[in-house]
Structure formats: structure tokens, C-alpha cells
């Protein structure tokens, strides 16, 4: 069992995480994929796999993940195959309401909209996906707002007592994130009782007052702001529209 089934969680989620060449979502692409399909609390499939991202594989990324650039051209399926792939299931998981679910999911999601424009020809919008997304460090931020550190994947493990068995590898990390998202619907009766199309509306909002306040303390400390499509979410892109 992933953790306990309420309301929501009753049905199906699918989990998502890609491991990646770099940080930035509009140039990095995925280095490796998992897909995880989870039933009534229990994981009942998974795909997941190496990715040739066509480039050489940054070392301080491969520190992270381990991937090296000639394991993935030689174990990885080439990046169009695996884009489309993951779109696919992406979006047949939204058309038929099923939540997706993650952690730091704007990232994931983001890499996956701008490499489908550049090797599918089309984006997630235009493929007609509009969500419902489920981001556990998002409704961690808000159910529990008060609370201070970091709050990463791993953090968030420990803090709601969940086994993450390798971080960052993409399987690992994406059965981490659903167990954490069951963690908090467990702790929290408003988050596992909530109607997810209401919940994928209210991440927007939180996720774009989270980066007004977080905006708002850099510029205290003599920071520059962040780039404005940090505020965007779940899918940022590559270029916000001129202002009115």
C-alpha cells in the first residue's frame, strides 16, 4: 500500500518525475521517465526508463542521477519517442479525470510542454490537456504554512515519515512523491475530502501567492525578483504574453 485511501484517493492517481541534463526547465531535457498508476492507495503499474537527451550530459547533473552521457545513448530511447510517450499518457490520464500527481510538478510539466512544441510539434494545451494536478509540495506549503526549513522531496519524506528508497532516480522519486501526497490527505481532512478539479484551480492561486511572497522578501534583502514566469503554474511558458 502506498498509504491510506479517502475520498479522492479512492480512485486513480498517476504519478510523475523525469530526471534531467539541468535545472532549467525551458532548455534542460529529460534524461530518464517514470509513470507510476496507483489504484486505491496501491501502485498497479509503472513505466520508467532511460532517455537519450541528443547532447552531452552535464557532470554536475550526472552527480545527481548518476546518468552518464553514454549510458543514455546507449541504453536510452531517443528524446522525441520518449516525449510523446509520456505526453501520451499525460494526457490520456487527464481526459479521463485521473489526478497528476508529484512533487514540483511546474518543472516536470514545463519540460514536458516545450520539448513536445520542439520534437512533437505541440504542447500540452494544444494536445487539449488541462490537468487535474495533484503537486505535493505545493499543498504542503499550504496546508502547513507555518512550518519552517526546506522542503524538498527528501524533507518532506522525513518530515511525514515516508521511505524514499534512492533520490533522484525518477522511479523512486515519483512513488516518494504519491506516498507523500497520501501522507497529507491522511493529516489533512480538508485536502482528502476536496472535489481535485477545485483543488488544480486553488494550487494556481497558492503557487502564484507563494512566488508574490517569495518575490516580496527578496526585494527586501536587495534581490533581484525572480523571472516572472515563476508564477505560472502548473505549466510555464516559454514566453508571457506583452502586458496590457
Known sequence: MLGGVH??????????????????????????????SVVEGVAVR??????????????????????????????????????????????????????????????????????GCKTCGRGLAARGWCGPVLDAGVLDRHFDSERQGRRTLSDLCEHYGVQLDGAHDAWADAVASIRVLFALAERYSALRGADVTELHEAQIEWHRQWTQDCVAWRLGQGMPATDPREYVWPVAPEALPPAA
Not at 530526471?19 to 521517465?33: H, I, L
Open 46 to 115: 509503472s513505466w520508467s526508463g532511460l532517455i537519450d537527451p541528443g547532447r552531452e550530459i552535464p557532470s554536475d547533473a550526472t552527480a545527481v542521477h548518476g546518468i552518464t552521457t553514454e549510458r543514455a545513448r546507449a541504453e536510452g530511447m531517443p528524446l522525441d519517442e520518449a516525449i510523446a510517450l509520456v505526453t501520451d499518457a499525460v494526457v490520456t490520464a487527464g481526459r479521463r479525470g485521473v489526478p497528476l500527481v508529484g512533487m514540483k510538478l511546474d518543472y516536470d510539466l514545463t519540460i514536458l510542454d516545450v520539448q
Open 7 to 36: 475520498e479522492w484517493a479512492e480512485g486513480e492517481v498517476l504519478g510523475l518525475d523525469f530526471e534531467t541534463t539541468g535545472v532549467d526547465r525551458f532548455t534542460d531535457v529529460p534524461v530518464s521517465y517514470a509513470l507510476v
